[in-house]
C-alpha cells in the first residue's frame, strides 16, 4: 500500500463521505484549513504541557511551532491540544499528587480525537512520565521532545544549580554562615533562562532516560531549552512522527523489556533521579510489561557512575550537553545496554550512537576510569520496608552507609517543621531522622520532602548529613544519606507507622539491609493499638486518589490506569 492510499485513524472522522464527515470537516476549517488537508494525509497530535503557572514549560508552545513546521514539511497535518501541566515548584501540596490525573488527560485525550500519530512536549518533572504513561496506554506512534534544560545559573564568579544549590545555600543560612541578604540575592541568578532544571534532578533525569528508552531524538535531550539545536531537533521530530506513522512504530513496540532494562541502567550511570522509579514502575505497568523494585538495584549491580553532575557531582546540564551529552554515555556504556533495543529512528540504541565521544572527560568518565564504581540507586529491604526502600548512593555520605542509630520520630510534616530548629531537640549526628505519614496516601501524593533539614543545632555543630528515613520521595536536585520509598507507608499500617523514639535501626547499603531493632512481639503490640491518621478528603480527585493509588513499589499509579485501552472509539458523537 502506497503512503497517498494508506487509510488513519483519522479517516474515521475526515474520511467519512457523510453528516458526521460534514461535522468534524466543516468546524475545522474555521480555523482556516483548506480542503486539501483533509485529504487522507496523518494527523499528528501535538500534546503541549505549556503553562505559564509551570516555568519548565512555559517555551513550549514556541517549541510547538518548530515541530509543526516538520510535521507540515512531511506531509503530515499537525494540530496542537493542551493538556494539564504539572508545575514542579509551584503545585500544593505535590505535583506527584497530580502525575496520574495528567496521564489520564492525555490518554483520553488522545483516543478521543482525531490522531494518527502524537508528540509528547514535557520538560518539568512529572510531565514527562506523566505524557509517557497515557501514551502508552492507547498506543499509537508517539515520540518524546523535551523542552531542554536552563543554562547554568551565575552567582558570585560560580556555577549555580537548580534545587541542589538552593538546599546548600538554605542550610548555610540555618548554620549561620551565610546572611539572608546574600541568599536572597542568589534567587535572581539561579534560574536565568527558559527550561527545566540544570541538574540531574527528575527533570534531566526522566528527559534522558526518554532518550534511553528509545522514545526521543539522539542526543536531543540535554541540549539546552534556549539553543537553536533545540529547535532543531522538534522540527526533525516533526518530520520523523510522520514517518513513523507510515511505519506503523507504535510506542509498544518501543517500551519493551530491554528499553526498560536499558533506561534503568542508564539511570545507574548518570547519578539519576530515585523518582524514576516510580516513574518506571509505572510505565512498564502500562505497558503491560513485568517490572518489579528488585530490577532497579539486580540491573545495576555492576554499572559504575561515570557522568560528573550535580547533585552526585560538580557539574551542570549545559557541561553535559557540551560533554557529548547522553549518546557518549551509551556509547561509553558498550555492551552494558541492549544495543539492539529498537528506538524511534526506526534503528536500534546502538546504531544510534555509533561513534559517539566524550568530549570533556571531567564530566563524562570512562567506563575504565569512572566517577564512582557504583551506580545511583540502592534498593535496601528489611522488615522496617517489608516491600523495599531506596538510597541514592552516589548522593550519600561514605561514612553513612553503614550506621546504626536511635530515631527521632516525626508523625506528620508538620511536627518535623514544628521541631527541627529547637535547640533543645534531644538528636545527634548519630541519630536516625524518621518522617511518617508522607507516602502515597498519607500526605497525599508522596511529596518531596525526604530530605528533612538537618537539625539546626548539629548544623551549628558542624554535621552536614544525618541518616534520614520516610515514606515520601525527595527532590532529584536533593542529596544526604536518605532512605526513600519506604513501603508500605506509614498510613496503610506498614512497621514505619509503628516507629518509636528511642528504637534503634540499622542501616547496612553495601547488604540492601534496613532494620529495625524491635522485637516481633513489641511490633504486634504496637500495632495492636495503631490507627492510622484522619486524612480529612472526603471528595473529588484527592478522594479519589487516596482509594485507588498503589504503593511506591507499585509505582503509585492508580489501580484502575494499570494496562491499556487501545485506541478504538467505536460510537460517533453525533
Same mark, same amino acid.
Given at each position: 500500500?502506497?503512503?497517498? !492510499? ?44 505549556? &503553562? ?36 514542579? !515548584? ?13 496521564? #489520564?488527560?492525555?490518554?483520553? &485525550? ?8 502524537? /508528540? ?57 554562615? #551565610? ?53 532543531? &531537533? ?11 506513522? $507510515? ?28 523518582? +524514576? ?14 517490572? !518489579? ?23 551542570? #546540564? ?60 540502592? +534498593? ?53 531522622? /524518621? ?31 544525618? +541518616? ?72 473529588? $480527585? ?6 485507588? /493509588? ?17 485506541? /478504538?472509539?467505536?460510537?460517533? &458523537?453525533?
Amino acid at each position: 500500500m502506497t503512503q497517498k !492510499t494508506k487509510k488513519f485513524r483519522s479517516s474515521h472522522w475526515y474520511g467519512k463521505l457523510d453528516r458526521d464527515g460534514f461535522i468534524h470537516r466543516s468546524w475545522m476549517k474555521s480555523q482556516g484549513f483548506p480542503d486539501h488537508v483533509f485529504d487522507g494525509r496523518p494527523v499528528i497530535g501535538i500534546c503541549n504541557s505549556a &503553562s505559564e503557572l509551570n516555568p519548565c514549560n512555559v517555551h513550549l508552545w514556541e517549541v510547538a511551532e518548530a515541530v509543526k513546521r516538520g510535521v507540515w514539511e512531511a506531509g503530515g497535518f499537525p494540530l496542537e491540544f493542551p493538556t494539564m501541566s504539572l508545575g514542579e !515548584t509551584q503545585m500544593r501540596p505535590t505535583a506527584m499528587l497530580f502525575r496520574n490525573l495528567m496521564s #489520564m488527560d492525555v490518554e483520553e &485525550s488522545i483516543r478521543a480525537y482525531p490522531i494518527d500519530g502524537v /508528540v509528547l512536549l514535557g520538560g518539568c518533572d512529572k510531565t514527562t512520565p506523566a505524557q509517557i504513561m497515557g501514551a502508552a496506554s492507547v498506543n499509537l506512534p508517539s515520540l518524546v521532545i523535551s523542552g531542554g534544560p536552563m543554562l547554568n545559573g551565575k552567582y558570585q564568579g560560580k556555577d549555580l544549580g537548580s534545587g541542589t544549590d538552593v538546599w546548600r545555600l538554605s542550610e548555610a543560612v540555618r548554620a549561620g554562615e #551565610m546572611s539572608a541578604q546574600d541568599f536572597f540575592a542568589a534567587e535572581g541568578c539561579m534560574s536565568r533562562s527558559h527550561g527545566h532544571c540544570n541538574t540531574m534532578g527528575t527533570a534531566s533525569t526522566m528527559t534522558n532516560l526518554s532518550e534511553a528508552m528509545g522514545l526521543q531524538l539522539t542526543g536531543s535531550a540535554a541540549i539546552p531549552a534556549v539553543d537553536a539545536r533545540r529547535y532543531q &531537533s522538534a522540527h526533525r521530530a516533526g518530520q520523523r512522527i510522520v514517518e513513523m506513522v $507510515y511505519e506503523e512504530l507504535n510506542i509498544l513496540k518501543i517500551i519493551t523489556r530491554k528499553s526498560l532494562e536499558n533506561t534503568i541502567r542508564v539511570n545507574a550511570a548518570i547519578g539519576g533521579s530515585t523518582n +524514576v522509579v516510580v516513574h518506571l514502575l509505572a510505565i512498564a505497568g502500562r505497558a503491560g510489561i513485568p517490572l !518489579t523494585l528488585a530490577d532497579f538495584d539486580t540491573l545495576t549491580r555492576d554499572v559504575p557512575l561515570l557522568v560528573n553532575l550535580q547533585p552526585s557531582g560538580q557539574y551542570l #546540564m549545559e557541561d553535559f550537553f557540551y560533554a557529548g551529552g547522553l549518546p557518549a554515555v551509551i556509547e561509553e556504556l558498550g555492551d552494558l545496554l541492549h544495543r539492539d533495543a529498537l528506538t524511534i529512528t526506526g534503528k536500534t540504541l546502538g546504531e544510534n550512537v555509533k561513534g559517539a565521544k566524550i568530549y570533556n572527560d571531567e564530566v563524562i568518565f570512562s567506563r575504565t576510569k569512572p566517577l564512582n564504581q557504583h551506580g545511583s540507586t540502592v +534498593v535496601l529491604t528489611g522488615n522496617l520496608c517489608p516491600q523495599g526502600a531506596v538510597i541514592k548512593r552516589s548522593a550519600a555520605s561514605e561514612h553513612l552507609l553503614t550506621h546504626r542509630g536511635p530515631a527521632y520520630v516525626f508523625e506528620t510534616i508538620e511536627e518535623l517543621k514544628a521541631k527541627i530548629d529547637d535547640p533543645d531537640l534531644p538528636v545527634t549526628s548519630d541519630s536516625i531522622l /524518621v518522617l511518617k505519614n508522607c507516602g502515597p496516601k498519607g500526605y497525599p501524593g508522596m511529596p518531596e520532602v525526604g530530605n528533612m533539614p538537618i537539625p539546626k543545632k548539629l548544623l551549628q555543630q558542624g554535621s552536614t548529613d544525618m +541518616v534520614r528515613i520516610s515514606d515520601a520521595r525527595m527532590s532529584g536536585t536533593a542529596y544526604g544519606t536518605v532512605v526513600l520509598h519506604i513501603s508500605p507507608e506509614a498510613a496503610v499500617g506498614g512497621p514505619l507507622a509503628l516507629v518509636k523514639t528511642g528504637d534503634m535501626i540499622s542501616l547496612d547499603v553495601q547488604k540492601r539491609s534496613l532494620q529495625l531493632e524491635v522485637t516481633d512481639k513489641e511490633l504486634a503490640s504496637r500495632r495492636a493499638s495503631w490507627q492510622p491518621l484522619d486524612l480529612g478528603f472526603k471528595r473529588g $480527585y484527592v478522594k479519589l486518589y487516596i482509594d485507588h /493509588v498503589t504503593q511506591a513499589d507499585q509505582g503509585a499509579d492508580l489501580d484502575f490506569l494499570v494496562g491499556s485501552s487501545g485506541d /478504538v472509539v467505536k460510537r460517533e &458523537s453525533h
